[in-house]
T-cell receptor, first 109, second 117 residues
Framework: DQQVKQNSPSLSVQEGRISILNCDYT??????FLWYKKYPAEGPTFLIS?????DKNEDGRFTVFLNKSAKHLSLHIVPSQPGDSAVYFC????????FGKGTRLHILP | EAGVAQSPRYKIIEKRQSVAFWCNPI?????LYWYQQILGQGPKLLIQ????????DSQLPKDRFSAERLKGVDSTLKIQPAKLEDSAVYLC???????????????FGPGTRLTVL
């Protein structure tokens, strides 16, 4: 039973436009959420996080939104750049970190 | 600052053989994690160490997998005997503190890609 779901395996976005990656979770005990980015043949790298007491966290071009009532979070990247092409993992934690399956983002020139 | 080191990067073995992976975390990081990432899936935590003690190994298949962290620094993960379904990337990560409910970040190594034939 997947506790963290990323229902879009892939997403293509034009360079300069906004990329929106979505994530749903089922466990209401999760209180900390993270996004990781992964390039081929490399390990995931931490991107941005949000505590359950907040509904938004922003870091440069990256913003994470949390909707606790809907058990949904999203990552916004604006403007999208070619180097953003990667696999993005959503993760959530209570006493351990649970990862989603990932969404492959393609930034089109 | 050097990152998390893992070796080997690739390993091909036949089923029922044994294999071991090595991880050297970032200097000073007390928490070390081993993850299994099967193709098309997200990383799944196998075991978490705090210094040289095990914090969580609830998802480690203990009949065939073992891990140790000598002197609270380097760690090895062993599979004996390997099965076809063990084919995956094995990721090691480390953090200064347990990266749960904190702003402390997990830093991942490049992983070891294991193929079991």
């Amino acid at each position: 039973d997947q506790q963290v779901k990323q229902n879009s395996p892939s997403l293509s976005v034009q360079e300069g436009r906004i990329s929106i990656l979505n994530c749903d979770y089922t466990n209401s005990m999760f209180d900390y959420f993270l996004w990781y980015k992964k390039y081929p043949a490399e390990g995931p790298t931490f991107l941005i996080s949000i505590s359950s007491i907040k509904d938004k966290n922003e870091d440069g071009r990256f913003t994470v939104f949390l909707n606790k009532s809907a058990k949904h979070l999203s990552l916004h990247i604006v403007p999208s750049q070619p180097g953003d092409s990667a696999v993005y993992f959503c993760a959530a934690s209570d006493d351990k970190i649970i990862f989603g399956k990932g969404t492959r983002l393609h930034i089109l020139p | 600052e050097a990152g998390v080191a893992q070796s080997p990067r690739y390993k091909i073995i036949e089923k029922r053989q044994s294999v071991a992976f090595w991880c050297n975390p970032i200097s000073g990081h007390a928490t070390l994690y081993w993850y299994q990432q099967i193709l098309g899936q997200g990383p799944k935590l196998l075991i978490q160490f705090q210094n040289n003690g095990v914090v969580d190994d609830s998802q480690l298949p203990k009949d065939r997998f073992s891990a140790e962290r000598l002197k609270g620094v380097d760690s090895t993960l062993k599979i004996q005997p390997a099965k076809l379904e063990d084919s995956a990337v094995y990721l090691c990560a480390s953090s200064l503190l347990p990266a749960v409910r904190s702003t402390d970040t997990q830093y991942f190594g490049p992983g070891t890609r294991l193929t079991v034939l």
